[in-house]
């Protein structure tokens, strides 16, 4: 989950989570700390989904989608 607003998605976290079929992998508040937390990732690490504001600084949601599809295109 990538929102600049943490406590909003520390609270999707916890609510999603309570799920048996959701497996949440990591929040972080920006663009590039997610950036930087999937490039810490194996493969088999990487997550199937990624939940992000569209709205956030320094990028907007929009810019780090196509980041992360440029660097991950599978």
């Keep these: 989950i990538v929102d600049d607003q943490l406590l909003l998605a520390r ?3 916890e609510n999603l989570a309570m799920s048996e079929e959701i ?3 990591f929040v972080v508040e920006s663009g590039p ?3 930087e937390t999937l490039g810490r990732c194996t493969a088999d690490q990487l997550p ?3 939940f992000m504001d569209i709205e956030m600084l320094p990028m907007s949601g929009i810019e780090v ?4 599809k440029s660097r991950y295109p599978g």
């Design 11 to 13: 609270s999707l976290a």
């Design 23 to 25: 497996e949440i992998s």
């Design 33 to 35: 700390s997610l950036l």
């Design 48 to 50: 199937d989904v990624i």
């Design 65 to 68: 989608t196509g980041a992360v």
